[in-house]
């Protein structure tokens, strides 16, 4: 099993930035990867960007290009989402996952532990 916890999440202002952060724990065996998500209401999850243990970066949706950078710290286990000049739109739970096998995936199915979420919200 592997534990996710996110933290860092908030109500910021549209331009504003926030770091997320996600800490794993649990196996003895770091997970191959770990991938942010979120998830509007009403909406399905979408996929934000996935770092693999080997430093492989896939990021997705051109909604956050240019502003958001996915990090990884493999001394504390924890991977980092920046993310800056944020907009309304991003307000949404984001969600830390993370899987054995395959890196690169973009899809929420294939990943097996999910941490409990955090809140973003951006006022205008």
């Known amino acids: 099993q592997v534990q996710l916890v996110e933290s860092g999440g908030g109500l910021v202002q549209a331009g504003g930035s926030l770091r997320l952060s996600c800490v794993a724990s649990g196996r003895t065996s770091s997970p191959t990867a770990v991938g942010w998500f979120r998830q509007a209401p009403g909406k399905e999850r979408e996929f934000v960007a996935t770092i693999a243990r080997n430093g492989l970066i896939t990021n997705d949706a051109d909604s956050v290009k240019g502003r958001f950078a996915i990090s990884r710290d493999s001394a504390k286990n924890t991977v980092y989402l920046r993310m800056a000049n944020l907009k309304p739109e991003d307000t949404a739970v984001y969600y830390c996952?993370?899987?054995?096998?395959?890196?690169?995936?973009?899809?929420?199915?294939?990943?097996?532990?999910w941490g409990q979420g955090t809140q973003v919200t951006v006022s205008s």
């Open positions: 996952a993370a899987k054995f096998g395959v890196v690169g995936s973009r899809r929420p199915d294939d990943y097996n532990f």
